[in-house]
C-alpha cells in the first residue's frame, strides 16, 4: 500500500519522507493515478477541516476512493463529541494528573504532532491521546477545576503550527513515518488487514505457527498484513480490517479496538457485538435460555438471593465469574460450605455470579464457525486428573490432549446445535464449547476468539482453515467496498 502525505503548499515539505509521498490538494483532487488506485493510505495535512473545506474533501474523497485517510471523517466528528472527548477524559484520567500536576494555571494546552509534544515530559500523555484521536496534528484543551478535565479536542493544521516548531515537526513526521511504515509485501494489494496480536500474553488465542498461516492466506488474496500490539490503537485508520487474536475483554483494550475499527469502518472480527454477547456469561446464560439452547441448569446468585439459593444448587456446582475465559474464574464447590465461601468471595468483584450444574464429561467437544459455516470441530480431552481441560495450580500446568474431526463426521445433532448458537450471536468466529451426555448436547459456552493453533484446529483442513477465514474477510471488504462505489 502507498503512503501519501496531502498538503496545501507541497514547499514546506521535503518531497519525501521514507516510503511517504508528498503532494498538495490539488493534485489529490485532479490527478487520475491517485483517482483510478485503491492502495493508498493518504496523511491529510490540510489547512482546515471544516466542513467544505480542501481538508473535507481530501478525507472525504480518499474514503470514496477506497483509500484510509488519516483524519477520517469519523475522527473529526469524534472530536467534536462531547461525550467522547469525556470519556477519554475519564479513561485516562490518572495519566492527566501526573503529567499536568506541576502547571500553576487554570489551563493548559497541548500541541500533539505525530503522538509527540515539544517536551517530552509530555510525550506519554501525547501519545495516548493520539491513540484515540488519529489525526496527524492535534491540538488538546484542559481545563483545571477540581482536578485536571480534558475540555476539547481538534485536528489541527500546518497553519496553526508556530514556525519555530516547524523543524521539530519534520523531524517527529521522519521519525512516525520510518517506525510506522511497513514493508510493501504485496505491492499490488488490494486491502490492508491488521492483526492484534499481544506478545506478552500469556495464553493467547493463536500460536505463532497460526498468526504465520493467517497472514500467508490473506497474502495469497492480495491483502498486505501487519501485526500491530496493545498500543497501536492510533494506526486502526491505515487498515481497511481487524482481525483480533488477543483474549477479549470488554473492559479490556481488545474492545476499545473493536469499537474504533467499527467507528472507522473496518472490518473486524471479533466485531464489538460479538464481545459484549460472549464474554460475559451472565448475558449468554440469558440469551441461550431465551432461545431455548439447552446448557446444564445455571444459577444466578448474588448477595441478596445467596442464603436463599444455597440449599437449591446442586452439589458439585460450576461457579463462574461473569468475565472468565480460558478457565480463569471458573471453579468447583463440593458441598454448601464451600459454595457459600467462594459465592460470597467472587461477589467482591462482580454483583452476579453464575453457578452451573456440574456435568462430568471426559471431554468437551469445541466447535468452530465463521459467518454461520462451520469450520472445525475437536474433541478437547480434560487434563489428567481433572475436571477441566487446563488444569493451572500454582505448581503444575496441564492440558488434555485435543483431536480433530472432519465436520461430516460429527453428529448431525452437534452440529445442528452449534450452527443455532452461533446464529444468536452473530455471523463473526465462535467457538462452541458443548458437552455429551446420554446422547444429547448441552452448550457450556461461546467464544468469540476462539482458540486456533497450529497442528491442533488445523488438523483436519489443514491451510484451508485459514484461507477460510480470510475468505470472509475478502467477502465482507468487496462488499463494502461495492457499496461506497455504488
Not at 73 to 92: D, G, P, Y
Request: hydrophobic letters at 35%; proline letters at 4%.
Amino acid at each position: 500500500m502507498k503512503n501519501l502525505i496531502v498538503v496545501d503548499s507541497v514547499d514546506e515539505w521535503p518531497k519525501r519522507l521514507g516510503d511517504f509521498e508528498v503532494i498538495s490538494d490539488i493534485d489529490y483532487f485532479v490527478h487520475d493515478s491517485f483517482q483510478d488506485t485503491k492502495n493508498y493510505r493518504v496523511f491529510n495535512l490540510c489547512k482546515s477541516y471544516r466542513y467544505q473545506s480542501s481538508g473535507y474533501y481530501v478525507s472525504l474523497l480518499a474514503a470514496a476512493r477506497g483509500h484510509k485517510p488519516l483524519p477520517s471523517l469519523s475522527t473529526i466528528q469524534e472530536m467534536k463529541t462531547k461525550a467522547f472527548v469525556k470519556i477519554t477524559s475519564e479513561t485516562l484520567d490518572e495519566l492527566v494528573q501526573k503529567s499536568l500536576a506541576e502547571i500553576k494555571s487554570d489551563s493548559f494546552e497541548l500541541s500533539i504532532y505525530f503522538g509527540k509534544n515539544m517536551a517530552k515530559k509530555y510525550d506519554k500523555l501525547s501519545n495516548e491521546l493520539y491513540k484515540y484521536f488519529s489525526a496527524p496534528l492535534i491540538r488538546a484543551k484542559f481545563v483545571r477545576k477540581n482536578k485536571w478535565l480534558l475540555s476539547s479536542i481538534g485536528p489541527i493544521s500546518l497553519k496553526d503550527v508556530p514556525s519555530s516548531h516547524r523543524d521539530d515537526l519534520i523531524s517527529f513526521a521522519e521519525t512516525y513515518f520510518k517506525v510506522g511504515s511497513t514493508p510493501k509485501q504485496i505491492r499490488s494489494a488490494r486491502y490492508s488487514l491488521a492483526i492484534l496480536k499481544n506478545p506478552k500474553e500469556q495464553y493467547p488465542p493463536s500460536d505463532d505457527k497460526a498468526i504465520q498461516k493467517f497472514m500467508k492466506a490473506a497474502q495469497s488474496l492480495s491483502m498486505e498484513v501487519d501485526i500491530i500490539g496493545p498500543d497501536d490503537l492510533r494506526r486502526l485508520a491505515e487498515y481497511d480490517a481487524l482481525f483480533i487474536r488477543e483474549t477479549t475483554n470488554v473492559n479490556h483494550h481488545t474492545f476499545r479496538f473493536a469499537q474504533k475499527a467499527k467507528a472507522l469502518g473496518l472490518v473486524v472480527i471479533d466485531d464489538p457485538e460479538s464481545i459484549l454477547r460472549c464474554t460475559n456469561k451472565v448475558y449468554l446464560a440469558e440469551l441461550l435460555k431465551r432461545h431455548n439452547i439447552p446448557t446444564p441448569t445455571t444459577y444466578m446468585l448474588h448477595s441478596k438471593n445467596l442464603e436463599m439459593m444455597v440449599n437449591r444448587l446442586p452439589v458439585p456446582c460450576v461457579l463462574k465469574r461473569p468475565d472468565s475465559s480460558f478457565s480463569l474464574g471458573v471453579v468447583k464447590a463440593e458441598s454448601l460450605e464451600d459454595i457459600r465461601a467462594k459465592v460470597t468471595h467472587m461477589l467482591e468483584d462482580s454483583d452476579l455470579i453464575i453457578a452451573q450444574e456440574f456435568m462430568p464429561t471426559p471431554f468437551d467437544w469445541r466447535v468452530g464457525i465463521i459467518d454461520n459455516k462451520l469450520l472445525y470441530a475437536c474433541k478437547y480431552y480434560m487434563a489428567r486428573g481433572h475436571w477441566q481441560i487446563y488444569n493451572r495450580s500454582e505448581n503444575d500446568e496441564d492440558y488434555g490432549h485435543a483431536e480433530t474431526f472432519a465436520i461430516e463426521d460429527i453428529p448431525q445433532k452437534l452440529r445442528a446445535i452449534a450452527l443455532k448458537t452461533a446464529a444468536v450471536i452473530g455471523d463473526g468466529l465462535y467457538g462452541l464449547d458443548i458437552k455429551e451426555k446420554d446422547g444429547k448436547f448441552y452448550v457450556i459456552e461461546v467464544n468469540d476468539n476462539p482458540s486456533i493453533d497450529g497442528g491442533i484446529e488445523d488438523g483436519v483442513i489443514k491451510n484451508k482453515l485459514y484461507e477460510e477465514i480470510m475468505q470472509v474477510f475478502l467477502k465482507r471488504l468487496d462488499r463494502k467496498t461495492k457499496g461506497l462505489s455504488a
